[in-house]
Nanobody, 125 residues
Framework: QVQLVESGGGLAQAGGSTRLSCAFS????????MGWFRQVPGKEREFVAA????????YYADSVKGRFTISRDNAKNTVYLLMNSLKPEDTAVYYC??????????????????WGQGTQVTVSS
């Protein structure tokens, strides 16, 4: 059974940085493309970034492009999201998820099947 556990969230200052981790277990991480999403209360979950199974392809939402970097270490079964130049509007619960297809690098929620429980990131101004 696939399990995803996010960590690294917390309180950060605007303009600062933080890194989220997503620990994967239950199967072989290299079989899956991965994504990060975020959600604030009252709004739909929105796509943040995705990475192919090999790490060779990435894709970002326009709102985070140039500030966030998604990466993975298949040997450590972990996916990362490095968040730089943080803004108060980045405040959200962040989720990692596995894509249905190993080469899928996209923003459709319904193309992701396993989800973590989320980690809160709060950016203060």
């Amino acid at each position: 059974q696939v399990q995803l556990v996010e960590s690294g969230g917390g309180l950060a200052q605007a303009g600062g940085s933080t890194r989220l981790s997503c620990a994967f277990s239950g199967r072989t991480l290299s079989r899956y493309a991965m994504g990060w999403f975020r959600q604030v209360p009252g709004k739909e979950r929105e796509f943040v970034a995705a990475i192919s199974w090999s790490g060779g392809a990435t894709y970002y939402a326009d709102s985070v492009k140039g500030r966030f970097t998604i990466s993975r270490d298949n040997a450590k079964n972990t996916v990362y999201l490095l968040m730089n130049s943080l803004k108060p509007e980045d405040t959200a619960v962040y989720y990692c998820a596995t894509a249905r297809y190993r080469d899928y690098v996209g923003n459709r929620n319904d193309e992701y099947d396993y989800w973590g429980q989320g980690t809160q990131v709060t950016v203060s101004s």
